[in-house]
Nanobody
């Protein structure tokens, strides 16, 4: 029902900023809870941030809290992840995910609850 395309990754020095985008197809974007996940080489995929379909509720992993901001523009069918004060340990492939829900305030943080996934975009933070 929805196709996701992540973009905006790149190489940045520690302390720098980067904004990731996730473009979704269709006209039902506002009915999907969304999330960002990341996976570093040799490590399991981990939760980064999530936002409700209505955009009014968010949740962050402790490792990024205070540095990253998740947001969405339902009119543009786009999810964002603003990444500030980047650290080398933030280096990973970042993927966006979506799951349909009738609850506009629901924040989904569990990887197995997501149905649709983007291909991911590489973020590399140098020291």
């Amino acid at each position: 029902q929805v196709q996701l395309v992540a973009s905006g990754g790149g190489l940045v020095q520690a302390g720098g900023s980067l904004r990731l985008s996730c473009a979704a197809s269709g006209r039902t974007f506002s009915s999907y809870a969304m999330g960002w996940f990341r996976q570093a080489p040799g490590k399991e995929r981990e939760f980064v941030a999530a936002i409700s379909s209505g955009g009014g509720d968010t949740y962050y992993a402790d490792s990024v809290k205070g540095r990253f901001t998740i947001s969405r523009d339902n009119a543009k069918n786009t999810l964002y992840l603003q990444m500030n004060d980047l650290k080398p340990e933030d280096t990973a492939v970042y993927s966006c995910a979506a799951v349909w829900t009738r609850r506009q305030s629901l924040v989904v943080t569990t990887i197995t609850d997501y149905i649709y996934w983007g291909q991911g975009t590489q973020v590399t933070v140098s020291s």
